[in-house]
Each structure stands twice: as C-alpha cells, then as structure tokens.
C-alpha cells in the first residue's frame, strides 16, 4: 500500500480514528509504538478490488472525502464514529477458525466499507453516530442470578452476540474490572457473608460458590480478605460475642 516514509513514525491506536493511505506499497515496520500493548487491525484492499466491489465512483467519493485521491497519500487520523471503527474489531473471533474465520473476517470488511460509505455520502456525517448499546449491564445482571456455575468468556460472548473480547472491554469500562473479577469477588463476598451469619461448613461454602476444590477456595478468601475463613469465622464469633 504506502512507501514507509510517508505515515507517521509512530501510530498510536485511538477509538473512533482510523488511518487511510492510497499507496503502492506498505511496510509495518517501525510503524506501531510497540512501548504498550497492541491493538491494531488494519486491512489492504488493492484499489482494482474496491472499484469491483464498490464502483469507481462510490470509491472515488471515499477516496476524495477523506483526502487520499493522489497516489501515495495519507491521512493518518482520519475521524469514524465508534459504531463503524469497531467493526473491524469486532470480526476477529476467537471462536472461528478456518473458513469460517475467512468468512467472517471477508463480511466484516465488506460491513466496514459499507457503513463508511453511507456515513462519508450522507447526512449521517453531519451529526454524532449513536453509539452502540454496551451489554455490561445485562451480563452483570446475568452474573449475579448464576448459582455456583462459572461461565467462560467464550460462552458468555456466543450467549450475548458479541466477541468474547468486545463483552470484557464494555464490562470493565461500565464497571472498573473484568467479568472474571468481578464474578470471583462477589462470590468471595457471598462466602463472607455465609461465614458471618451460618453454620455451614468451609467445604459447603466453597461448594455452593462454585469452587471444585476448598483449598482453592481457601487461597482465594485469604488474598481477598487477609485471612482464612476459618480464622474469619473465629474472629467474627468471638468479636460478636464481646
């Protein structure tokens, strides 16, 4: 696609700016600010591909609208409402392999193209895309009437229609951390709760909150709370009772 020397040094990734180049030829090299984590999807689509799937005057309009109708031009932060942005990065499911990764990597692209074309070629760019409904708050709400069974990422994602990655990133954004910690905590804080008003034995609880084994659950209770349930219990009676 580009000849190194005309995109920036570095590119940082930042929500809702993509970068564009109509170019010859590409290299990643000592492009990505590799000092934090990569988050990055780019596509290259050879121009002959684009005129056949959109029109050379639909891709011209593209092209002219963001800047980059001459030859080996760039336009690095170019703004796209998040709606659109995402959904490239939303193609990249973890749970396909094979053909079916390919076809669902070939529809996002073709998803992504669409959506721009009609935000750049109408009044839709006049204005701010509502962005879409995070799902946080239904997963937490589905979090917190499980029993003691303990969902995986995956399946979570394939039950709310939404990439196992893109579930997490709206749940810590909506909540401050991951579904994983949020689920071990309040479970850590439902076995707390059982100590200080029952009876019930250690294994029971660790049982019921979804722990195969009690020494797990043990570990898990000291690093939270700073001491094993049965010395919380110990404590709890004896401090009830002065």
């Not at 990055?40 to 800047?67: A, C, F, H, R, W």
């Not at 009609?118 to 204005?127: G, P, R, S, V």
């Not at 707390?192 to 029952?198: I, M, N, P, Q, T």
Request: hydrophobic fraction near 40%.
């Amino acid at each position: 696609m580009s000849e190194p020397d005309l995109w920036p040094e570095r590119v940082r990734r930042v929500p809702g700016v993509d970068g564009f180049a109509h170019v010859k030829k590409y290299s990643v090299e000592e492009t990505f600010d590799t000092a934090s984590d990569l988050d990055m999807t780019g596509v290259l689509i050879p121009m002959n591909q684009m005129t056949l799937l959109m029109g050379e005057d639909l891709s011209y309009s593209m092209l002219k609208i963001i800047g980059i109708t001459a030859l080996n031009s760039v336009n690095p932060a170019f703004k796209v409402p998040l709606t659109i942005s995402q959904i490239l990065d939303d193609c990249l499911d973890d749970r396909l392999t094979g053909s079916l990764r390919a076809l669902r990597l070939h529809a996002g692209i073709l998803d992504y193209l669409c959506s721009l074309s009609i935000y750049l070629n109408t009044d839709l760019a006049k204005f701010q895309t509502k962005p879409a409904k995070s799902k946080a708050k239904t997963v937490h709400k589905y979090l917190l009437s499980l029993g003691r069974e303990t969902p995986t990422l995956n399946s979570l994602g394939k039950h709310f229609g939404v990439t196992p990655n893109q579930l997490n990133k709206e749940f810590i954004a909506e909540y401050g951390e991951s579904i994983f910690s949020f689920l071990t905590n309040h479970r850590l804080e439902q076995a707390r709760h059982a100590l200080e008003l029952g009876s019930q034995s250690i294994k029971g609880i660790s049982h019921a909150i979804g722990y195969a084994h009690v020494n797990n659950f043990i570990a898990a209770f000291r690093r939270k709370f700073g001491r094993p349930p049965g010395a919380f219990r110990s404590n709890y009676k004896t401090g009830s009772s002065s």
